[in-house]
């Protein structure tokens, strides 16, 4: 059984930082591309960034790129999401999720998510 277990979030000032873990167990981690995407209060899902199995590519949304970084432990099937400059725009839980491959859309799976909120 597939298990992604986020890990992270909380309360946090504009312009603060935070790191997203998600714990993955059930599957080949190694073999996957990983993906985080988010959902606002009253707003659809939203994709954030991936990366690919090894960890040499990765890709992020415009509303994301330059503040965020997405990495991963293979070695520990552990994926991350560094956040920096956060805005209150970036308030959403977050979720992380294992892709169909790297340059599909599809999600094969996702977690519980951790909560994010930005403000003052």
């Known amino acids: 059984e597939v298990q992604l277990v986020e890990s992270g979030g909380g309360l946090v000032q504009p312009g603060g930082s935070l790191r997203l873990s998600c714990a993955a167990s059930g599957f080949i981690f190694s073999s996957y591309a990983m993906s985080w995407v988010r959902q606002a209060p009253g707003k659809g899902l939203e994709w954030v960034s991936r990366?690919?199995?090894?960890?040499?590519?990765?890709s992020y949304a415009d509303s994301v790129k330059g503040r965020f970084t997405i990495s991963r432990d293979n070695a520990k099937n552990t994926l991350y999401l560094q956040m920096n400059i956060l805005k209150p725009e970036d308030t959403a839980v977050y979720y992380c999720?294992?892709?169909?491959?790297?340059?599909?859309?599809?999600?094969?799976?996702r977690g519980q998510g951790t909560q994010v909120t930005v403000s003052s």
């Open positions: 999720a294992q892709a169909a491959g790297y340059y599909s859309g599809k999600l094969l799976a």
């Open positions: 990366i690919n199995s090894g960890g040499g590519s990765t």
